[in-house]
């Protein structure tokens, strides 16, 4: 059975975006992934798009989204590191990868910013194919 992942941001507009992206790329056998933010925010970051599409991942047709518009229960919560107060979801396992933040700086944060969470997803998988979490 798939674990159901959300990642959760303020905005849902990069770096909750791209761990979705990652998560659908690296791991649709064993999860079911999604991404949302605690406020409203108009698109996803262009250059976040860009980025992951020069790594293999499609995220074209990607649109913010908030906590009302994923799964209320989910098996587990990953925070990106943007200090948000998460609203209660329940899951099992929670936790929170401190990522900083590319808006606004020059693409090649967005390329180290995709790499780390690329690297952060890979370990999530593992861990999860291990019963671990």
Known sequence: MKKKVAFICVHN??????????AKKLGS???EAYSAGTENYP???PLAVKVMEEAGVDMGDHKPKLLKDIPAKVDIVITMGCNV?????????????????????????????????????ENLIERIKKGEI
């Open 43 to 45: 698109e996803v970051k």
């Open 85 to 121: 107060d998460c609203p209660y979801l329940p899951c099992e396992h929670r936790e929170d990868w401190g990522l900083t933040d590319p808006s606004g700086g020059p693409i090649e944060d967005f390329r180290v910013t995709r790499d780390l969470i690329k690297e952060k997803v």
């Open 29 to 31: 056998d064993i999860i």
């Open 13 to 22: 507009s990069c770096r909750s975006q791209m761990a979705e992206g990652w």
